[in-house]
């Protein structure tokens, strides 16, 4: 007897902007997404460390992640939020840009990140290309290209010991 198995997707990723780049994480990480508060400052922490902000009786250190990766802060406007996930062992929560979908992905779509120089390991994982909703509720199939980031890359685990 023959069975067919249908081609199930290896994982799903939750895709984000910051400015006009794509991002996903593994939704695996994802613990919940927060509308943006200001949270708390903190002194002599690193300047993409926003401060920190209660999560159900947990102190979760809130990272600018624009500034985090070396780029111009984000602006705040009504789509940001703040993706509060686990990496090195503990939370964080991330600023972006806005949210855009959860997407699912095989292994195989992932594509390696180039090789360059660069000062700090590299934080990208990989790269795949994604379809992208339209505003008119249809998918572009050719869609755009996300970058993948590698949560536990970010070296963060100082930082949040500093923070938390």
Do not use: Y
């Not at 809130?62 to 990496?87: F, M, T, Y």
Request: charged share 25%; net charge negative.
């Amino acid at each position: 007897m023959t069975t067919t198995t249908d081609t199930v997707a290896d994982r799903k990723i939750v895709t984000f902007s910051l400015g006009a780049q794509t991002f996903g994480i593994d939704m695996r990480a994802l613990i919940e997404i927060r509308e943006w508060e200001e949270p708390t400052p903190l002194p002599n922490v690193p300047g993409f460390i926003k401060g920190v902000t209660n999560l159900r009786g947990n102190v979760v250190p809130v990272v600018g992640l624009a500034e985090r990766l070396g780029w111009e802060p984000s602006a705040i406007h009504p789509r940001s939020c703040v993706l509060v996930v686990h990496i090195g062992g503990k939370q964080a929560g991330f600023l972006v840009d806005e949210v855009n979908d959860i997407v699912a992905i095989s292994e195989t779509e992932i594509q390696p990140a180039p090789e360059v120089e660069t000062l700090e390991p590299s934080v990208i994982g990989g790269l795949v290309r994604i379809s992208t909703r339209q505003k008119d509720g249809t998918r572009d199939e050719n869609g755009t290209m996300a970058l993948l980031l590698d949560l536990d890359a970010l070296s963060l685990t100082k930082h949040l010991d500093m923070a938390a």
